[in-house]
Nanobody, 128 residues
Framework: QVQLVQSGGGLTQAGGSLTLSCAASERTFSSITMAWFRQAPGMEREFVGAFSWNINLNGDGAYYADSVKGRFTLSGSNAKDTVYLEMNTLKPEDTGVYYC?????????????????WGQGTQVTVSS
């Protein structure tokens, strides 16, 4: 069973930056996709972005929700077991609990059902 351990997050003002990281407890997959979702109070969980070491999209392995494109950047470790979400120009509407997720193989899609493993969630709060 793969465990995902999240770190980062916290409180910042609008226009600020935060970075989240998600580390898999072990490398058991030859190919893996790691993604971020977020959930605001009273809202459904929504896709933020995903990164795969086995996909080359737009020059890297990342793809994003339109709401964060150009502001958030995903990257992966050389060990292929950690993904980083750098969040810039944060807005109050980015507030929520951010969840890391992982799936076997190279996944292209935004549905949470595509991912089998989930992190514990971390709060991101952006004040106006």
């Amino acid at each position: 069973q793969v465990q995902l351990v999240q770190s980062g997050g916290g409180l910042t003002q609008a226009g600020g930056s935060l970075t989240l990281s998600c580390a898999a407890s072990e490398r058991t997959f030859s190919s893996i996709t790691m993604a971020w979702f977020r959930q605001a109070p009273g809202m459904e969980r929504e896709f933020v972005g995903a990164f795969s070491w086995n996909i080359n999209l737009n020059g890297d392995g990342a793809y994003y929700a339109d709401s964060v494109k150009g502001r958030f950047t995903l990257s992966g470790s050389n060990a292929k077991d950690t993904v980083y979400l750098e969040m810039n120009t944060l807005k109050p509407e980015d507030t929520g609990v951010y969840y890391c997720a992982a799936a076997r193989g190279a996944v292209i899609g935004t549905g949470s059902h595509l991912y089998d493993y989930w992190g514990q969630g971390t709060q991101v709060t952006v004040s106006s």
